[in-house]
Structure formats: structure tokens, C-alpha cells
């Protein structure tokens, strides 16, 4: 079981916007910063979200990062069928003194 | 164009040692952390180790810990992941990526190698 949870599915149509959310706990999204990730099959791991909030170059802005106390937030607008990926949300636990991965959510687009 | 080229994985016995090495190209790499993860076939990421950029500290997972040691050569670019002890829950494919998954986040990762622990 993962320190930060995450739904593991989500869908939508292709055009709308989905939400994934992270849910962790003081020592983790708390009190550091949060990271996204998406995995297309057989591939690495891309950086889409880090700092909770900030976009590295590249990344479009139908991508974005939020935070509320505990709560992590990924939004993905005007969903593409390229869009369907494994999301990753990671952090740093003070408790744990190590990295910690949700467990990871497979997007759909339908 | 930022590059981690990885080389040492294959199959090892549980019980045995291996070392995996990403070397680094591109960027400085005396100015970033070095982070290992890895990730059983099929399912979720997790996180393995972090070294500061200086190298003189470390972290690790408490599934890893007094089995895994990560190190870094600046001379030649180049992170290292001594898996010594192995288990056969450590099959997985292994990734380096740059940076600290606590700070900037991981932006640029390898191409991963499979570890397989089999008698």
C-alpha cells in the first residue's frame, strides 16, 4: 500500500478535462513539495508537474498542478487519445526520511 | 541534450551482488542529486535512493536499506547502485533519473534495465 493514495483509474472523452488527486498526509504533501509523472507503456517516467504548481519547458499547459493542505491535485484540460498514460505523483516524507509514489492512476480517454 | 545511459542490469541469484551505473552527459552533474527508482513489471513506481550532489548524503528505502548503497564518481560522471544480498522481490526495472523527488522533481530519467532475482 502506497503513502500517498491516488484513484487508480480515471477516463473522459477526448476535448474534456479530468482531475487525479493525491492524498497524503503532514509529513509528506503537508510540508514538501509535490511532483507529477506520466508513463506511456514501455517507456520512462516524464516530469509533467513539479514544485506542486510549475510546468517544465515543454510541458503544455493543458497540464496543471495544485494543492490544498494534504491534497494534491494534477488537472489534464482538452484530453488527447495521447493522453492516456500512467500518472504518477511523488513527494519527500519527513517521517520516513525517503521519496514516496502514489500508486499510480491509468488514464483513459475514451 | 541531457543523456543517463545505464548499463548493468541482467539476472543475478537471490543472495547475490550486482551494480547497476548510469553515467550522466549534458548538463553538470556535480550540480544535481542522483535519484534510483525502480518499478515491478506491471505495477507502480518506488522510490529507491537519493544522493546529494556532493555525494556526501544519502537515502534510502526501508526495503533497500543495509542491502543498497548508492554512490557517485564525479570524474566520471556517473551514479552507482551496489545491490548486494538480492532478493527475488527486487526484480524490477530500474530507472536513474537527475534530481530529488523533494525538490525540483525528477526531470530527466534513463532508459531503465531489468533486474531479475532467480534461483
Known amino acids: 500500500q502506497s503513502v500517498l493514495t491516488q484513484p487508480p483509474s480515471v477516463s473522459a472523452a477526448p476535448g474534456q478535462k479530468v482531475t487525479i488527486s493525491c492524498s497524503g498526509s503532514s509529513s509528506n504533501i503537508g510540508g514538501r513539495y509535490v511532483s507529477w509523472y506520466h508513463q506511456l507503456p514501455g517507456t520512462a517516467p516524464k516530469l509533467l508537474i513539479y514544485?506542486?504548481?510549475k510546468r517544465p519547458s515543454g510541458i503544455p499547459d493543458r497540464f496543471s498542478g495544485s494543492k490544498s493542505g494534504t491534497s494534491a491535485t494534477l488537472g489534464i484540460s482538452g484530453l488527447q487519445t495521447g493522453d492516456e498514460a500512467d500518472y504518477y505523483c511523488?513527494?519527500?516524507?519527513?517521517?520516513?526520511?525517503?521519496?514516496?509514489f502514489g500508486g499510480g492512476t491509468r488514464l483513459t480517454v475514451l | 541534450e541531457v543523456q543517463l545511459l545505464k548499463s548493468g542490469g541482467g539476472s543475478v541469484q537471490p543472495g547475490g551482488s550486482l551494480r547497476l551505473s548510469c553515467t550522466a552527459s549534458?548538463?553538470?552533474?556535480?550540480?544535481?542529486?542522483m535519484t534510483w527508482v525502480r518499478q515491478t513489471p506491471g505495477k507502480g513506481l518506488e522510490w529507491v535512493s537519493s544522493i546529494t550532489e556532493s555525494g556526501y548524503n544519502t537515502w534510502y528505502a526501508d526495503s533497500v536499506k543495509g542491502r543498497f548503497t548508492i554512490s557517485r564518481d564525479k570524474s566520471k560522471d556517473t551514479v552507482y547502485l551496489q545491490m548486494n544480498n538480492v532478493r527475488v522481490e527486487d526484480t524490477a526495472v530500474y530507472y536513474c533519473?537527475?534530481?530529488?523527488?523533494?525538490?525540483?522533481?525528477?526531470?530527466?530519467w534513463g532508459q531503465g534495465t531489468l533486474v531479475t532475482v532467480s534461483s
Open positions: 549534458g548538463f553538470t552533474f556535480s550540480s544535481y542529486a
Open positions: 533519473a537527475r534530481g530529488g523527488i523533494g525538490s525540483l522533481g525528477l526531470d530527466y
Open positions: 514544485a506542486d504548481t
Open positions: 511523488g513527494a519527500w516524507d519527513d517521517s520516513l526520511g525517503a521519496g514516496v
